[in-house]
Antibody
Framework: QVQLQESGPGLVKPSETLSLICTVS????????WTWIRQPPGKGLEWIGY???????NYNPSLESRVTISIDTSKNQFSLKLSSVTAADTAIYYC?????????????WGQGTLVTVSS | DIQMTQSPSSLSASVGDRVTITCRAS??????LNWYQQKPGKAPKFLMS???SLQSGVPSRFSGSGSGTDFTLTISSLQPEDSATYYC?????????FGQGTKVEIK
């Protein structure tokens, strides 16, 4: 059974860069589309983007100028960097798996990590 | 972006009731529609893909239907453990987008 676990700072200062890592266990990170989704407290879900294990990416245009998703196949990890954060980026960040380019759904989720943007 | 609109935003029903949640897309998405269940403090759980294909392990009281722009999620006999927020999500195009959620409460 595939398991995903997010890790990273829970507090980030405004204008700085949010950095999170997702560790995948119980399966290989090779193949699949590894995706980040976020949820502001008490609100709905927002797709941030994905990276395929081979390196191709697709980001939400609303965040594209600030987002980088990368993958480390040797560690079975993928990561999220979001630059120039503001209070609007405060959210629970989930790492997820999308089985294929033609599925577009998220079958495995991490437990989520709350990132607060505040000075 | 494709906008997804769910109705109602919340509902309250009794155990054993039939519950229907509606999801509407701002443009046609064929059957590229998925459903998730989220309980408080937990990550969303994947329920169904392609509008009506139930994920393994999901109880058969859950069913989905629809194509084009209008979709429904039905719980045939509501159980206490079904109290949650339900989200639809389109996978027709990127950026992937979600409905705003429907909160289901037990009377």
């Amino acid at each position: 059974q595939v398991q995903l676990q997010e890790s990273g700072p829970g507090l980030v200062k405004p204008s700085e860069t949010l950095s999170l890592i997702c560790t995948v266990s119980g399966g290989s990170i090779s193949s699949y589309y590894w995706t980040w989704i976020r949820q502001p407290p008490g609100k709905g879900l927002e797709w941030i983007g994905y990276m395929y294990y081979s390196g191709s990416t697709n980001y939400n245009p609303s965040l594209e100028s600030r987002v980088t998703i990368s993958i480390d196949t040797s560690k079975n990890q993928f990561s999220l960097k979001l630059s120039s954060v503001t209070a609007a980026d405060t959210a629970i960040y989930y790492c997820t798996r999308d089985p294929s380019l033609f599925s577009g759904y998220f079958d495995f989720w991490g437990q989520g990590t709350l990132v607060t943007v505040s000075s | 972006d494709i906008q997804m609109t769910q109705s109602p935003s919340s509902l309250s029903a009794s155990v054993g009731d039939r519950v229907t949640i509606t999801c509407r897309a701002s443009q046609t998405i064929s059957t590229y529609l998925n459903w998730y269940q989220q309980k408080p403090g937990k990550a969303p759980k994947f329920l169904m893909s392609a509008a009506s294909s139930l994920q393994s392990g999901v109880p058969s009281r859950f069913s989905g239907s629809g194509s084009g722009t209008d979709f429904t999620l039905t719980i045939s006999s509501l159980q206490p453990e079904d109290s949650a927020t339900y989200y639809c999500q389109q996978s027709y195009s990127t950026p992937r987008t979600f409905g705003q959620g429907t909160k289901v409460e037990i009377k």
